[in-house]
């Protein structure tokens, strides 16, 4: 049997990774929207305790599988848990037939691309087709350039390097200098990956899905250390996240009104906020989200049961925790209360 013939009767796996903010959630929405025939299981991770990334995906009949208890790149027991979900799918071939993995926006993608080859029962039945990394080309620059990093410890980077297809996403929030600027600065750090660019994350999902484009050989070449079962990496530790959950229904007015304060006084530190929100006279669920000082609200699908409250996670450094729930406390009547989560 060939390479290519042996990879194509595996389950074909993408990464999904990218940093926060850049459209990660947005494009997997996408895919679930399209017409592409692939059944296809989720698997998502995110940094914080509270998950939320998995209200903001659209309702379809996909498999979703949340891990919430650590980051997959840099904790042993999550990648272990990863590998768990991984041989539940592997199961299950008569209803999946392709995996999408989303990583959380401080995600490093090598050790998880690693966890594919370091347990036999996985190698032999699942293929790692891809590491797509999506740039939000309104902020990298602005990562790329963090003085606290010398570039090699920054995610941004990493996540760069380690891609094998960069999408440029936003590119309307910026011109065509800076478009081109971003993919030379790419091209510097990884020559060998084709680069896409999208508004929305909209891009041919055939450039992303089935290319593939992971080569091991390649990898282990590079990175003699890819093999080995001990990876170590870790975050900055001037990160942080929290978030904060609001019992009861919010004014969509006073949220806004909020929403820009917290972007003005607080968007140079907030890498990321994002939340699903109860707004008073509206059945929907309404998502926020946020990266520095661009946010936007938007329905979601409708609210099921009786019960609603709001929850709102930021990640970012130098966070004013006080303050930010106080904005948030705003926004509610005297009778409800804001509970810091974490």
Known sequence: MSVAAGRSAKLPVTILTGF???????????????????????????FGEISIDSDLVVSSDEEIYEMSNGCICCVASVRGDLLEVIRKLMSRRDRIDYILIETSGLADPMPVAQAF??????????????????IDSKHIEQHLDDVRYDGINSQAVD??????????????LVDEATVERIEHRVRKLNQRSEIDR?????????????IQAFEISQRAAAEPSFLENHYVHSHDPDVETF????????????????????????????????????????????????????????????????????????????????????????????????????
């Open 159 to 172: 996540q760069i390097i380690s891609a094998d297809r960069i999408i440029v996403n936003k590119v309307d």
């Open 117 to 134: 080859f370091v347990d036999d029962e996985v190698l032999d039945e699942v293929a790692l087709d891809a590491i797509v990394t999506l």
């Open 243 to 342: 978030s904060v959950r609001i019992v009861g229904e919010l004014d969509r007015g006073l949220v806004e009104a909020a929403a820009r304060e917290i972007a003005a006084d607080h968007g140079a530190d907030l890498l990321r906020w994002k939340g699903v929100l109860a707004i008073a006279g509206n059945d929907r669920r309404v998502a926020l989200q946020g990266v520095h000082r661009i946010f936007e609200m938007h329905d979601l699908d409708r609210w099921e049961g009786t019960h609603r409250d709001s929850r709102v996670v930021f990640i970012g450094k130098n966070l004013d925790r006080d303050r930010l729930a106080g904005c948030l406390q705003r926004c509610v009547a005297g009778s409800q209360r804001t509970v810091p989560a974490t």
């Open 20 to 46: 926060l903010g850049s459209g990660k959630t947005t494009l997997l929405n996408y895919i679930l929207r399209e017409n592409h025939g692939k059944r296809i299981a989720i698997i998502e991770n995110e």
């Open 198 to 210: 999208s508004s929305y994350a909209e891009v041919n999902l055939d450039a992303i899905l089935g």
